[in-house]
């Protein structure tokens, strides 16, 4: 599936309505970092917390039901989304999502926990041993899902988009996990990390930077970088970092051995998505049965292993298993279809500049 590349509208393509919608999201984000600044204290007290906390206590149908709403904004469920996006969708915002996802959690939420330090609400049942400020389901909510709404562009999804992370946060306070504050925060946080990675995207020229740099330069950037920033001192960045690591060296790797096809019938994209994400939970729990996972290269390694399956060692199986197109048969088939697009847009130009109109039904 093919998306329309970013550009400048990113909420619509009729300009007012884009000013207008820019205008709501930093009026939103203005209102609740002042909401955050001014009742600080409120919004981390039990007198606020604890009567939204109390309908999953007593309620285990709104407890489940939470528990599944708090699920779409959560580490695990993101990397199944983007494995099938990757695999059956579309490969680049697939790939962009496996590393928007770990940075997004790192930089909005584990860093400043660790800042912070402050603790999370007393809760009966509930026990997590970190932080609490700002909530990184809230704030991953935000970048994702608001990632995914800019890329798709349509109103619905915007909606869902945002209907969503609102539940999300609002889960994260009836679940005990987190004050009000702090889902506050946390969306304030995501929505200014996915405003800056969307200004970088706009500007960074990423073919022509491709272009410059060889190739084994940029597979040697993309695993020593993340690598090397994995041993600052924030205890989850080996296993985030892992997951940007294995993402870029599987995808340049996969560019260059593999250039699979994602097209196929209803069975074939039923069976990816089975056997590829079948060694996931393997690779990210079994593994820590054997290996001492608090050596932080040890778990940049087990989590790079995890993407890296993903983007690249998974292709390789789907293909021997007949369930994609790849190698040199897929490669064909792109450059003819580039070969078609290429035909199609010279004969339009060849028809306007006769003085025709170009049709749909004509092409």
């Known amino acids: 599936m093919q998306f329309k590349p970013l550009t400048g509208q990113v909420f619509s393509s009729n300009p007012r309505m884009e000013v207008f919608c820019r205008f709501l999201c930093c009026l939103a984000t203005v209102a609740m970092t002042v909401l955050m600044y001014v009742y600080w204290q409120p919004l981390r007290s039990p007198e606020v917390a604890y009567p939204l906390v109390s309908l999953t206590i007593t309620n285990r149908y709104w407890a489940g ?4 709403i708090t699920s779409l904004g959560s580490e695990g469920f993101f990397l199944v989304v983007f494995s ?38 007393d809760v009966r049942g509930v026990a997590v041993p970190t ?32 209907a969503v992370v609102a539940l999300v946060g609002f889960s994260r306070i009836t679940l005990g996990y987190h004050f ?42 993309a695993f020593v970088v993340p690598f090397l920033l994995a041993f600052m001192p924030v205890k989850v960045a080996p296993g985030l970092l892992g997951y940007v690591a294995g993402a870029g060296v599987g995808y340049l790797l996969q560019k260059r051995y593999v250039r699979f096809r994602l097209d196929g019938g209803l069975v074939q994209h039923a069976l990816r998505g089975l056997i590829g994400l079948l060694p996931v939970p393997m690779l990210l729990l079994g593994l820590t049965r054997w290996i ?40 064909r088939a792109e450059r003819a279809a580039r070969g078609t697009a290429e035909s199609a847009a010279g004969a339009r130009e060849d028809w306007r500049s006769a003085g025709g109109t170009w049709t749909t039904e004509r092409e």
């Open 65 to 68: 039901a939470f528990r599944v």
């Open 84 to 121: 099938v996006v990757y695999w059956s969708v579309n490969k680049a915002l697939g790939f962009w999502g496996f590393v928007l996802m770990p940075l997004s959690i790192l930089v909005t939420s584990e860093i400043p926990k660790d800042i912070t330090r402050l603790p999370r609400p």
């Open 131 to 162: 932080y609490t400020f700002p909530s990184g389901h809230a704030s991953g909510a935000a970048v994702m899902w608001g990632y995914a709404a800019i890329i798709v562009r349509k109103t619905w999804f915007w909606a869902a988009a945002l």
């Open 180 to 221: 009000p504050g702090d889902v506050l925060g946390g969306l304030v946080a995501g929505i200014l990390f996915l405003a800056v990675s969307l200004w970088l995207g706009l500007r960074v020229d990423r073919e022509s930077l491709t272009r410059r740099l060889p190739w084994s330069v940029l597979l040697t950037l």
């Open 292 to 331: 001492p996972m608090e050596w932080a290269a040890v778990k940049f390694l087990q989590y790079f292993l995890t993407t890296f399956w993903i983007t690249f060692l998974a292709p390789l199986v789907f293909g021997r298993l007949g369930l994609m197109v790849v190698g040199e048969e897929a490669a």
